[in-house]
């Protein structure tokens, strides 16, 4: 083990610069060097703090990750101070940091946290559905394909999840959630959280993918109630499962994942799917 060298994970504010903690500041004020995922953005905040940097100031982001991750476990094992701060919240949870978290456990170097805001607790606080459970899926990927797949996988997840979503691609991502999850699937759309132009839209999946048919602008967490056994939507279901028999699954086949992901009673939806195949057969 490495005695000398401290990686520091150090939380910033995800909109409003007053809510940077004091262990933020202290930690800044002491590290031997600071990676930050936007240099100019971290001199910004500490303008507004008043706070000079006296350690030196690397980037440290997705496209530099791989690359600066050996130099700064270096500079770890020589017994520097390093911290690593990103754009908003804490690094690693859906922003650069883990390759860093990873390379320094394995060099021995310890690794602690200066704990900041979090988009993705914030929003789950603020938008009214349950929090005793939940899950955090941050990005969805991009295509639509892999994207519509990732959503059925939890079509059946009772908890609480929790989502990152760009604003140009928040409308495809909720008409994917509103068809994987039903219609009247309860969610929230927390847009520039703790921001002046703060915005939480609270409703059923179907109004707030018609809702962000808008121009939608800033930072944008999605909260989306898990499923509600009592409250399983057959016709979803039955969607589904068509859909794998579009895609070449057997029926049976097709009914048995559906149903299982839709927590919905396997033989009526067996016998729902017969009967809507014979009114498309042509006569």
Excluded at 146 to 171: G, S
Excluded at 177 to 199: N, V, W
Excluded at 262 to 271: E, I, P, T
Aim: charged share 25%; net charge negative; aromatic share 6%.
């Amino acid at each position: 083990m490495v005695d000398e060298g401290l990686l520091v994970l150090a939380g910033t504010p995800i909109g409003d610069w007053r809510q940077a903690s004091p262990g933020l500041v202290e930690a800044l004020r002491r590290a031997d060097l600071i990676a930050a995922e936007d240099t100019r953005r971290l001199r910004r905040l500490a303008d507004r703090l008043e706070l000079e940097l006296t350690a030196p100031l690397v980037s440290y982001f997705e496209g530099n990750e791989t690359d600066r991750t050996p130099g700064l476990v270096e500079a770890l094992q020589t017994g520097s101070t390093v911290v690593l701060v990103t754009d908003a919240g804490m690094p690693s949870v859906s922003d650069p940091g883990y390759r860093l978290v990873r390379a320094a456990i394995a060099a021995g170097v310890r690794v602690t946290a200066v704990p900041g805001p979090s988009a993705a607790l914030t929003a789950l606080a603020v938008s009214g559905l349950p929090v005793d459970r939940f899950c955090f899926e941050g990005f969805l990927p991009r295509r639509p394909g892999p994207r519509r797949a990732r959503l059925a996988e939890l079509a059946a997840e009772p908890r609480t999840m929790v989502f990152f979503e760009a604003p140009h691609r928040l409308a495809e991502f909720l008409a994917d959630a509103r068809d994987s999850f039903g219609p009247q699937r309860a969610g929230a759309i927390c847009r520039e959280l703790t921001k002046t132009y703060e915005e939480v839209v609270r409703g059923p999946l179907t109004e707030l993918a018609t809702w962000a048919e808008g121009e939608v602008r800033g930072e944008v967490t999605v909260v989306v109630a898990g499923l509600d056994p009592d409250q399983a939507d057959p016709a979803v279901a039955l969607a589904w499962a068509e859909r794998l028999v579009a895609d070449g699954a057997k029926p049976a086949a097709a009914v048995a994942e559906a149903a299982r992901r839709h927590a919905v009673d396997r033989h009526d939806l067996y016998q729902a799917l017969l009967a809507r195949r014979a009114q498309t057969r042509p006569s």
